[in-house]
């Protein structure tokens, strides 16, 4: 005979509660992917969506799948988490441990922010970054059994200085507008993008400056970046 699937859940839940483990929301890289230039360095945070009992403490694993690409060379915890420990770094497995001694994190919290790492990319690619519960309880002492969730980091090729100086994405779009380094968009990079055109086709990775969206390097780009301005 077929259980109806509606009995089927509450006999789960039910099953968990008398085994004294919890059904925890699911643990998240923050933004699900990141993007990184090679040589260059990124932040990942770690969030539990949802804490129904609050929580204890925990011990993660985080692994970046391929390490060719890219490795961990730093972390952080949030304020609540000020007995924490972690494993040595750079590397690209990292195991890290935290406790909650002053109960911040209290029964329904959402969004909770477990801890921040610092990836560095290494080589043009993408990889998996992969979590690990070794243990984790809430206030009540039980097991809370998240589901998982991998991250994503993607290594972009690296961008050249233009006429000797460094060019920025002001907004976090991908798109690099400030030309001049003074740190935000003007007519002036509008002017050096027309007068670099030919050098930037040659020598600078396409996507970085392809404001139209249509793969190449072309006069509408410089029109469109005009009209951001």
């Not at 969730?149 to 991908?174: C, F, H, K, Q, Y």
Request: cysteine-free; proline content about 5%.
């Amino acid at each position: 005979m077929q259980i109806p699937k509606p009995f089927l859940i509450l006999g789960i839940v039910a099953l968990l509660a008398f085994t004294g483990v919890s059904a925890a929301g699911a643990v998240t890289l923050s933004g699900g992917a990141v993007k990184v230039v090679s040589g260059s360095t990124t932040t990942m945070a770690i969030s539990l969506d949802v804490v129904p009992a609050g929580l204890s403490g925990y011990n993660l694993t985080i692994s970046v799948a391929d390490p060719a690409v890219a490795g961990i060379v730093g972390v952080s915890f949030p304020g609540w988490a000020m007995v924490n420990q972690y494993s040595a770094l750079p590397a690209d497995t990292v195991t890290i441990k935290v406790l909650d001694l002053s109960k911040q994190v209290e029964d329904g919290s959402t969004n909770v922010t477990l801890a921040t790492f610092t990836i560095r990319g290494d080589a043009v690619g993408s990889s998996q970054v992969l979590i690990t519960v070794n243990a984790m309880d809430d206030d009540d002492g039980t097991v809370m059994v998240p589901s998982l969730s991998p991250g994503l980091i993607r290594v972009l090729e690296p961008i050249l200085p233009i006429n000797g100086v460094m060019p920025t994405d002001t907004d976090g779009d991908g798109l690099y507008d400030d030309l001049n380094g003074n740190g935000r968009l003007d007519f002036n990079d509008v002017v050096i993008f027309f007068n670099s055109m030919e050098w930037i086709a040659a020598n600078e990775p396409v996507q970085y400056f392809d404001f139209n969206g249509n793969n190449r390097l072309d006069f509408d780009d410089i029109v469109e970046m005009f009209w951001m301005v």
